[in-house]
């Protein structure tokens, strides 16, 4: 992804180093018209991975051809226990025509694996700034695994900004494909083409990896271990996709001592007609406590939902209807709890 200075701002806080957007338009404003045109298995191809159990998603959507190295690592993020999706330009030349904006990327395949994961880290190449030095721009809405991933990479000897408003490098958009999954919020990485070419011997993708690859790879992989183990805040559907929503879901805690303990409930897909989910809430011997039933307008979240109807004790949250068939696409989250592990 290609970005534009802004030298009036420069000039006044020459501090900071601001990445370039480039000016010219996407070729194709979306998937329809670039599935119009360009053919799969000559010109571009889609190659996925998926792990049961696993609810983490790594993407590079501008793979390939498009910006260089960006698959490489997404596959190597990803291992064997991780899922990745990659879309790829396999063209001789002339690859950046199959760059379709991260805000209007709507690939199906794309479109369902995000939706059905937790935690997603979006991967992207972007035009080296004014200096020239290998950097990661950081961005996305998932500002806790963002951290967590700047903290490592930092901790490697790598370069890891936070992304400014504006720079058009920041992933803060909704619909950004990386903010499309179950909590409508994940972690872009725009990569500089210096920080790329060092992935690679001579700085050619297509010879080996380098030990710079390795390192970063490393260091965005411990920071998924880190977050994914943490109990705070966190998601439904932390457990294996199997287990989640339809047979329990993951088990919280009520405390008398918080009157402020929330449900927040909310939808990934863009559906107008999409107005709500009923909610049943077990205790730990499997008994049916109460059913709550509520409703929303499409993308947007449950907040604030108070839980002063349930005692003390454990419980956990099963999805029993909404108006999408399929319950994968609800997420949820309770504040100020104590999971039972």
Known sequence: MKSTSVAALMSLLTCVTFPTLALAADTYADWGALSASETQGEDFQILTQTVPGSNVLITAIHGGGIEAGTSE??????????????????????????????????????????????????????????????????GGLDTGLRDLIRTQLINAGFDARIALPG???????????????????????????????????????????????????????????????????????????????????????????????????????????????????????????TTRSYTSAANSRFVSLPLSFLSTGYYSIRVVRNNNPSPSWIFGSVNNITALQ
Do not use: C
């Open 73 to 138: 690592l997404a596959k190597a993020v990803a291992g064997s226990n991780h899922s990745y999706y990659l879309f790829e330009g396999i063209k001789s030349s002339g690859n950046s025509v199959l760059h379709i904006t991260s805000t209007n990327f709507d690939e199906p395949t794309a479109i369902k694996m995000a939706a059905q994961s937790t935690r997603l880290i979006s991967l992207h190449g972007a035009a080296n700034d004014s200096s020239g030095d290998p950097i990661v721009w950081m």
């Open 167 to 289: 720079s058009g490098l920041e992933g803060t958009a909704q619909g950004n494909i990386a903010n499309r999954n179950r909590i409508l919020a994940g972690v872009q990485l725009e990569m500089t083409r210096s920080l790329r070419d060092s992935f690679f011997v001579d700085g050619d993708r297509r010879k080996p990896t380098t030990q710079v690859f390795e390192n970063f790879r490393t260091a965005i992989r411990n920071a998924i271990t880190a977050h994914v183990v943490d109990v705070n805040d966190r998601a439904f559907g932390i457990d294996p996709l199997a287990t989640s929503y339809l047979s329990g879901g993951v088990r919280f805690y009520v405390q008398p001592a918080i009157s402020t303990l929330t449900l927040n409930l909310g939808t990934s897909i863009y559906d107008n007609n999409y107005s709500g989910i009923t909610i049943e809430f077990y205790n730990t011997s499997g008994m049916l406590v």
